[in-house]
């Protein structure tokens, strides 16, 4: 499995070509990007594993990162990309990868939602000038990401399910 994991370039593509029939995209959308840590701490040999902070554990655990960015009509919540967090393998950061999915999204996929939520650990003022640049709307949270009238996305969970106004994100 690990060799098959290095030799393919793996992408987030398939999930988008999967989203975006679904999705119902408009200026009153939102994106919504938050990380979260698929907990691996009984692998012992595993690439990608590395020890870092996860929100739900409230504390370091060996496990896989991931940056999720949701788009939401504020009924429906649908995953359009995702970046592995793993800059041994690529040098980027989670905050390069929020802009570089926020780039895709808006001129490749051509999402129309203004307004982007997510959690303060995005707060980084490289992020906040290029949402700026971008001529969209922010809002920012403690610890918890929430469109207004909808479920809230919880920024310590990470696996989630679309079930129309409900989506929880758990990383154990």
Known sequence: MNDYLRREKHTARPIWELAEPLINDRPGSYLIADDSVQDKRHSRVMERV???YSGN?????KGIGIVNLVHSDGTDHDLIDFR??????????KNEHFRDMLREAYRK???QAQTILFDTGY????NLKFIHRLGKTLKKTGGSVSAPGTATFASTK????RNGSNMEWKSS
Do not use: C, W
């Open 50 to 52: 590395k020890r870092q």
């Open 57 to 61: 554990a409230h504390g370091l655990v």
């Open 109 to 111: 996929k051509g999402i």
């Open 84 to 93: 592995v967090y793993a800059p041994e393998m690529d040098g980027l950061t």
């Open 158 to 161: 990470s696996s989630g399910r």
């Open 123 to 126: 707060a980084a003022s490289d």
